[in-house]
């Protein structure tokens, strides 16, 4: 069975903290790893990664994915308050077909 | 540029009820889909199409109904509904060719309560 294992599902930290987040998957016919941010409607698009070891980089986000040992992190430096949401690991299959996990809902305190 | 628009935005059916609920992109995306996300649990795709005609099912596709007649559109149907398909739905959209990045547009999202 395919599944996409997000952790920790929950987190709180002070606005200027670093925080990292995980994401293991054991999926068949893996084509990429998406990592998306969900506020209170529709997930945006955060980072697309398809190859081991190649740091994608976005402002004060970050994110890595290593395929040998199935998992992927991501990574934000000085947190603010606007970074409060929850975020979703997916990996795609192709063809419109993402297996996402449970996400983790980060919280960021002034 | 509309992107990905889903209506309505809120439902609440009685158990046993059918209803529709509609997608639609403007971005000529060969390839579109329905989600639905349950608290804790994450996405889970329902059914998808990667084309005019052709449709396939997801993950939970039990209880759903697609059909794609247009590339525009691509309409789920609840044909009988339950109180466990209390959920909020998500369509989505994405093309698929050389130099795509893939990048999957969702819609804004559909909230339905079955009682």
């Known amino acids: 069975e395919d599944k996409v294992v997000q952790s920790p599902l929950s987190l709180v930290v002070h606005e200027g903290d670093t925080v990292t987040l995980n994401c293991s998957y054991e999926?068949?016919?893996?084509?990429?790893l998406l990592w998306y941010k969900q506020e209170k409607k529709a997930p945006t698009f955060l980072f697309m990664l398809t190859s081991s070891g190649i740091e994608k980089k976005s402002g004060r986000l970050s994110s890595i994915l290593d395929k040998k040992e199935l998992f992927s992190i991501l990574n934000i430096t000085a947190t603010q308050t606007g970074d409060s949401a929850v975020y979703l690991c997916a990996v795609s299959q192709g063809a419109q077909k993402l297996v996402f996990g449970q996400g983790t809902r980060l919280t960021i305190n002034p | 540029n509309a992107g990905v628009t889903q209506t309505p935005k809120f439902q609440v059916l009685k158990t046993g009820q059918s209803m529709t609920l509609q997608c639609a992109q403007d971005?000529?995306?060969?390839?579109m889909s329905w989600y639905r996300q349950d608290p804790g649990m994450g996405l889970r795709l329902i059914h998808y199409s990667v084309g005019a005609g052709i449709t396939d099912q997801g993950e939970v596709p039990n209880g759903y109904n697609v059909s794609r007649s247009t590339t525009e559109d691509f309409p789920l149907r609840l044909l009988s509904a339950a109180p466990s398909q209390t959920s909020v739905y998500f369509c989505a959209s994405s093309y698929s060719g050389p130099g795509a990045r893939n990048t999957i547009y969702f819609g804004e999202g559909s909230w339905l309560t079955v009682v």
């Open positions: 971005m000529n995306h060969e390839y």
């Open positions: 999926v068949t016919n893996f084509r990429s």
